[in-house]
């Protein structure tokens, strides 16, 4: 039985040559977007950011935070969603009987202790985003027992890469929700 898990810290250590602590790198720590809840839901399914910063991009989170939005609009039922801290089917709605699962990606990484945190996806992080994505969507279908979708930014890179499969996707029957900066959101079918 393999003991304890050492700390971070100690692993930043070991990582870096030594127990000198200023060898450490120093971590910034960048406020996340703060959400205000507008519906009387411990969950704020319906929780849209306080305030925009300037980020020309969306986090999953965001993505997921707008199509489930859209979802109830149009009569869905939200059963369970997760974050991108959390692990589980980013959303699963139903309504009249049907189910639907539904993959969702960011523009961007809201983790803090990444590399990239702040700044927008590559067009190859994209590229490896929408194929993960694609493979979900995929288990989803051929299990049979659940509709699957996308639910993408609608930036540049995301479009394009989508573009490439579309054709297989649509035969398929896995939708895409296009999510805009302001949270808009239209279906692909």
């Known amino acids: 039985m393999p003991g304890p898990r050492p700390e971070r810290t100690n692993r930043l250590r070991h990582h870096c040559g030594g127990d000198d602590s200023s060898a450490l790198p120093k971590l910034e720590r960048r406020p996340r977007p703060r959400y205000v809840c ?20 969306l986090y999953e989170d965001d993505v997921v935070r707008a199509v489930m939005v859209h979802l109830e609009a149009e009569g869905w039922t939200i059963d369970s969603f997760a974050l991108s801290h959390q692990h589980g089917d980013d959303i699963v709605a139903s309504r009249g009987g049907s189910q639907l699962i539904i993959e969702a990606k960011g523009d961007g990484s809201s983790k803090s202790n990444t590399a990239r945190f702040g700044k927008p996806f590559t067009r190859n992080q ?23 979708a996308l639910a993408l930014p609608s930036s540049a890179f995301h479009r394009d890469e989508f573009a490439r499969i579309a054709p297989a996707l649509m035969r398929l029957d896995i939708d895409v929700y296009w999510v805009d900066r302001d949270w808009s959101v239209q279906v692909q079918r």
């Not at 994209?126 to 699957?148: C, D, L």
Request: hydrophobic share 40%; charged share 25%; aromatic share 2%.
């Open 38 to 57: 507008h519906m009387n839901s411990a969950s704020c399914r319906g929780a849209e950011p306080a305030a925009r910063d300037d980020r020309p991009f």
């Open 126 to 148: 994209v590229k490896t985003h929408v194929s993960v994505a694609v493979v979900r969507a995929m288990r989803v279908t051929s299990t049979g027992s659940a509709r699957a």
